[in-house]
């Protein structure tokens, strides 16, 4: 996929994100990582970027100012729980401005020409997080950070999410935006229940949400027919000037939270698919296997370096199959429909 080197950073250093020790978006995530780094012989593809803390005003291009005040609030007189699933301790609003930064750090050393792809291992994932809301261990809304600051710039933003929860606040964020692609490929049901083939964007961004909801059970093959027969139609339409992945590696058949089975070597054949897509960074957002995690994010890294690393053989054969089609087949009806003459 690239002949060149891969910018990686990670927050784990910084890390003052205090969750219980048994909820499964703990801090043990980032050391998995790059543990996996310094066991697959990989180091030597990466060069290592200095992560850096966003502004305010930076993380207000995606959430509204109100709400990033009030959580800075919450988190400062002692934090506690936001909902059942999302904690947030004294050091939270610390670590989200170190996760969203660190993606815009990757933007930054991509644009002086140091590379043209990207790895950011941060925590606490952000594609739950709304404008106003965090939800689903989301505080802040790292891809939508980083999607806002490049359309500041003019660029055409192509998000493709493979978490196995569907991101319903990048989405929200992007939903009339037409410089965003939003492209989600996720289990259903599942948490936060939204997803659906029918989402597919507002009024000024016909067209541009792309939800391909998988089954229990499905399989890496699923996930590629989802991207080569839904998504792949319409970033060709779209032409991105970059691509960010929401690289959540939760649909790992691994992990405890989800019922998809692919592999590690099913994250290989996604990212192959995003050749040519212009400049390509990668967030972390879900996984929480440790290994699982560390093989899956390894395989990804090494795949935007051209190199061979497959610690898993892709999957197949599962279901999904079936749910693709008809996603595919909604859609073009609803474009056939949108053509004929009135």
Same mark, same amino acid.
């Given at each position: 996929m690239s002949d060149g080197?891969?910018?990686?950073? *990670?927050?784990?250093?910084?890390?003052?994100?205090?969750?219980?020790?048994?909820? !499964? &978006?703990?801090?043990?995530?980032?050391?998995?990582?790059d543990r996996a780094i310094a066991e697959s012989g990989l180091a030597d593809v990466?060069? !290592?970027?200095a992560p850096r803390q966003a502004t305010l005003d930076e993380l207000a291009r995606a959430h509204d100012i109100a709400y990033l005040e009030a959580l800075e609030r919450f988190v400062q007189a002692g934090g506690g729980e936001l909902d059942p699933d999302t904690h947030a301790s004294t050091g939270s609003w610390s670590t989200a401005l170190w996760a969203a930064g660190c993606g815009l750090a990757a933007v930054e050393a991509i644009n002086r020409g140091e590379a043209t792809r990207g790895f950011v291992a941060i925590r606490p994932p952000g594609h739950h997080a709304t404008a106003d809301q965090a939800m689903g261990f989301c505080l802040v809304n790292n891809v939508a950070v980083v999607a806002a600051d490049l359309t500041a710039r003019g660029e055409r933003v192509f998000i493709l999410d493979w978490d196995v929860h569907h991101g319903n606040g990048t989405q929200d964020i992007f939903w009339n935006d037409p410089q965003v692609l939003y492209a989600s490929i996720h289990q259903h049901p599942a948490y936060p229940g939204t997803g659906r083939g029918t989402e597919t964007g507002g009024p000024d961004a016909a067209g541009l949400t792309v939800n391909?909801?998988? !089954? &229990?059970?499905?399989?890496g093959d699923a996930a590629l027919a989802a991207y080569d027969q839904v998504i792949e139609p319409v970033v060709d339409s779209f032409d991105p000037t970059w691509t960010l992945i929401s690289a959540g590696f939760d649909a790992h058949r691994d992990d405890p939270l989800a019922g998809l089975a692919w592999s590690a070597g099913d994250y290989v054949e996604l990212t192959t698919r995003l050749e040519g897509r212009g400049p390509?960074?990668?967030?972390?957002?879900?996984?929480?296997?440790?290994?699982?995690?560390?093989? *899956?994010?390894?395989?990804?890294?090494?795949?935007?370096?051209?190199?061979?690393?497959? !610690? &898993?053989?892709?999957?197949?054969?599962?279901s999904g199959q079936h749910a693709v089609r008809a996603v595919a087949d909604?859609?073009?009806r609803a474009l056939e429909k949108e053509t004929e003459p009135s």
């Open positions: 080197r891969v910018l990686y950073a *990670s927050t784990a250093t910084v890390d003052g994100h205090d969750t219980a020790s048994w909820h !499964p &978006e703990r801090a043990a995530r980032l050391p998995a990582v990466l060069l !290592p970027l391909v909801p998988l !089954p &229990e059970g499905a399989t390509l960074l990668a967030l972390l957002e879900g996984g929480y296997d440790l290994d699982a995690l560390g093989r *899956s994010a390894v395989s990804t890294i090494a795949t935007l370096a051209g190199a061979h690393h497959r !610690p &898993e053989l892709a999957t197949s054969g599962g909604m859609r073009t």
